[in-house]
């Protein structure tokens, strides 16, 4: 394995943790639009917390698309075709969601609750449909020497795919409402922290369940015993801070906790696999490995230069957009997005 | 039940058609939009901002309906044509990862600046948020037409293990049909923009009498701006095409033989097929009415030189490639692009006629219902001529995925079932259904609604400065 194909691993795995860090919690606010806003007033001042940054977030995913795309075309190719059905859920969601915020905003009062609802599923789909499929892949997929994912229902549905999946949108909804609790104001902060607290007592029984479930049904622990832990141990952790830092206010602290929970999930996920992309339950013959997917050196080392050139700007403006739009939303003065 | 190449190609062709009639939408929209608020800017008239926060906001219904479509286009590669993904992933990803990196980034961040910060950052600064989407936009243009363009014309390049690699990314950006490709497509959404807003402006001018001033005024300098992008982009679109043209007669000759019906060589010099019949089975033309010397002009700026036919070309693809069928489908080539080049000097004259007939002089335009018709008809032009384009360029392109190294039929995913692929197409065609009657609602709805529904353009100074710390503490 060369260090550009090292290098390229690292970071779609930084961009998955990026997306999810980020679009986890608009995914979970997208939720609360329907589980936590009373009155369309409180559902327009959530959607006002996301409405700027949103579609940026989403770009992560994107370009972990493309990066996959670019840098592992193999990877990609077996992935996106084996997890048809899935990746369509995926679009739906991704696709109802994302024209909500506009159509809601334009339409006649008496049809916007429509466009509330479409917000809220979309954005329930796509993180369960993610954290079923990397929790599925984990455990290996039947892929043939040609590198042909045919994989069959339980093969993608199957216990520990399914804790996956509750756990990666319960993980989202709690780091919405994080998100909530730092961004707004009036008695909709107040709820979203009693919401919150309420659900880190079954986020812990989810976090023991998928430990359990992750340990008879791949190899983790076998191949990747100490990152294993470790990272295991840092969602605990770190779900734990989330939890004591809103119990005493501190709303910051609690919303990153609950960011990097995701990007442990995503660093666990990402290490156990090392240095597979997918792992064949045929014969490990078959594994299909990061030296073995990746595009040319020369393509690996021209996307190295763009990335390292691009992505300091890309950062920066984020960051000052998230530093314009910093103020908390209020109740009262919200414009109705 | 159908086969899965055929149920994949109708999906590229469904998916893409439809993410084809916002993309343009978007990026022309947002040109106007831009102009617009640059006026604002520079001429200090709040009128001008009505006019940008008006379009604006068709602007942004018709970018939330392109980003969501886009995210299809991104996903189906691998999902439906994963060997051609394996095959061709060392230089097609390339440019999709720089498409986000460089352009999508760019444009969803500041997107979400500019509709959030009205009136609370400066006008200058604001104004910059949307030039700078506009920018993103043909970026994004940019970086996908030099991955079309190697499909189209695939350079820099060998072929390894089995698969295309790239050795040379200088000449995949420098490929002589991005330019062409570029400059073709950023001047049609140029046009759409232009011609669609001067259109919908010219649609609610017919309902003058139930308009306010505000909006009867608003919707007649709407049309001119409009009518100006759209000039500017109809010469632009046609002078490219010209390249463009030919250049295809040199590296796509199958392509042009059958945009022009001509299965023999043509005589020398060449009668251009004003309309045209084939019968695709027999190869053979069933009636056509022709025009001296034009094809020549056109394809060689000359009054001589004959054109190969389809026969001949297929002769050499065999000698080339090997045992195969190579002819397009004839019909469709041939009339998608009349019906691009028919509808794009259409869009010309419109344009002009339309800029004379509402000078300041005599805008005697603005009177005539049968005028503003035109005008409003000429809507859906800037549609069909964009769709005929790109149906014309993907349907030529048979029977590859990229020309001279990769067919069709090998790129489908073979581990993807046809039950799949009839899901994912009744899907997508359910969605887009909805999403399409929705935005055309949403933008009637808000044509209706006018400008007037706009709050009163307020004089208050910027509430935020972006570049100081410390304004929102609570």
């Known amino acids: 394995m060369s260090n550009l194909q090292l290098f390229w691993y690292i970071l779609i795995g930084v961009l998955f943790a990026g997306f999810f860090f980020l679009e986890g919690f608009d995914f979970g606010v997208g939720m609360s639009v329907k589980t936590l806003a009373h009155n369309e007033k409180e559902e327009d001042q959530l959607i006002e917390t996301i409405g700027p940054v949103w579609d940026g977030n989403e770009v992560w995913l994107v370009t972990a698309g493309g990066a996959m795309f670019a840098s592992f075309p193999y990877w990609y190719a077996s992935l996106f075709s084996g997890y048809y059905l899935i990746l369509l859920l995926v679009l739906v969601g991704l696709i109802i969601r994302g024209v909500s915020f506009e159509f809601r905003h334009h339409m006649p009062a008496d049809k916007r609750w429509i466009w509330g609802w479409t917000l809220s599923i979309g954005s329930l789909i796509v993180p369960f449909c993610f954290g079923l499929l990397f929790t599925s892949l984990v455990q290996g997929m039947p892929i043939n020497a040609n590198g042909d994912l045919s994989a069959t229902f339980t093969d993608y549905v199957n216990p520990l795919s399914i804790v996956g999946g509750v756990a990666l949108t319960l993980l989202s909804y709690l780091h919405g409402l994080n998100y909530i609790s730092l961004k707004t104001t009036g008695p909709i902060r107040t709820r979203a922290r009693n919401y919150a607290q309420a659900l880190y007592g079954v986020a812990y029984v989810g ?39 809103l119990f005493k206010g501190k709303e910051k602290t609690a919303f990153l906790a609950s960011g990097l929970t995701m990007v442990s999930l995503v660093a666990l996920l990402f290490t156990g696999l090392f240095p597979r992309l997918i792992i064949s339950s045929i014969s490990p013959e078959y594994d299909l490995l990061i030296e073995n997917a990746s595009s040319s050196p020369y393509t690996l080392k021209i996307m ?26 209020k109740h009262t003065d919200v414009a109705g997005y | 039940m159908m086969d899965i190449v055929t149920l994949a190609r109708i999906q590229f062709a469904m998916t893409t058609v439809f993410h084809y009639f916002f993309v343009p939408f978007s990026i022309g929209t947002g040109l106007v939009v831009a102009i617009m608020e640059t006026l604002y800017v520079t001429k200090k008239d709040e009128f001008y901002k009505k006019m940008a926060k008006f379009w604006g906001n068709i602007f942004l219904l018709s970018f939330a309906v392109g980003v969501v479509t886009g995210l299809i286009q991104e996903f189906q ?5 994963s060997e051609y993904s394996r095959f061709m992933g060392d230089i097609f990803g390339a440019p999709l990862a720089v498409e986000a990196l460089l352009a999508f980034f760019l444009e969803s961040t500041f997107l979400g600046l500019w509709m959030f910060t009205w009136d609370k950052v400066s006008p200058k600064l604001h104004v910059v948020f949307m030039w700078l989407v506009f920018v993103g936009s043909m970026m994004s243009a940019f970086w996908i037409l030099v991955a079309n363009s190697f499909m189209q014309h695939p350079v ?14 200088v000449a995949l950006v420098t490929n002589p049909k991005v330019m062409y490709e570029f400059s073709h497509v950023i001047a049609g959404a140029i046009t759409l923009g232009g011609i669609a807003v001067a259109g919908m402006a010219a649609f609610r001018l017919l309902k003058k009498d139930s308009l306010t ?19 500017v982009g109809s010469v632009t679109v046609l002078a ?29 010099p060449a009668a251009w097929t004003l309309v045209a019949w084939m019968n695709e089975k027999e190869k053979e033309r069933v009636f056509g009415i022709e025009v001296p010397y034009v094809l020549s002009i056109l394809s060689y700026h000359e009054l001589s030189g004959s054109v190969d036919g389809m026969n001949t070309i297929n002769e050499r693809l065999i ?9 397009p489908p004839v019909n469709a080539l041939f009339w998608n692009f009349r019906v691009m080049a028919g509808f794009g000097m259409l869009m010309l004259m419109v344009s002009i006629v339309g800029l004379f007939f509402t000078r300041k002089k005599k805008p005697i335009l603005y009177e005539k219902p049968w005028m503003l018709w035109i005008v409003a008809l000429t809507t859906f032009a800037p549609f069909l001529a964009n769709t005929a384009g790109w149906l014309l360029t993907e349907l030529g392109r048979y029977p590859w995925t990229a020309y ?11 581990n993807v079932s046809a039950t799949s692929l009839l899901i994912s197409n009744i899907s997508y065609f359910t969605l887009f259904t909805i999403l399409g009657s929705v935005m055309v609602y949403l933008v009637i709805r808000t044509l209706k609604k006018g400008p007037d529904a706009l709050e009163a353009a307020e004089h208050e100074e910027p509430t935020i400065d972006p570049f100081a710390g410390g304004a929102f503490n609570e």
Do not use: C, H
């Open chain 2, 213 to 231: 001033e505000l909006s009867r005024t608003v919707y007649q300098k709407s049309l001119r701006v409009g009518l100006w992008v759209g000039l």
């Open chain 2, 240 to 268: 490219a095409g010209d390249f463009q043209m030919k250049a295809m007669l040199e590296t796509q000759p199958m392509k042009f033989a059958a945009a022009e019906g001509l299965y023999e060589d043509s005589e020398d």
């Open chain 1, 207 to 245: 976090l023991v369940a998928f430990a359990i479930l992750l340990y008879f049904n791949t190899d983790f622990f076998e191949v990747r015993l100490t990152s294993t832990v470790i990272f295991l141990a840092l969602m605990v952790i770190l779900t734990v801070v989330a939890n004591l830092a």
């Open chain 2, 77 to 81: 590669f691998g999902m439906n044509w």
């Open chain 2, 156 to 169: 820099g390049y060998t072929i390894n293990n089995g698969r295309a690699e790239m050795n040379d990314f």
């Open chain 2, 319 to 327: 000698e080339e490639y090997g045992e195969r069928n190579y002819f």
């Open chain 2, 404 to 414: 001279g190294l990769f067919t069709i039929e090998e790129s489908v995913s073979p």
């Open chain 1, 304 to 329: 190295s230069f763009v990335a390292i050139g691009l992505l300091p700007f890309v950062l920066g403006y984020t960051i000052w957009s998230y530093y314009i739009f910093r103020k908390r939303i």
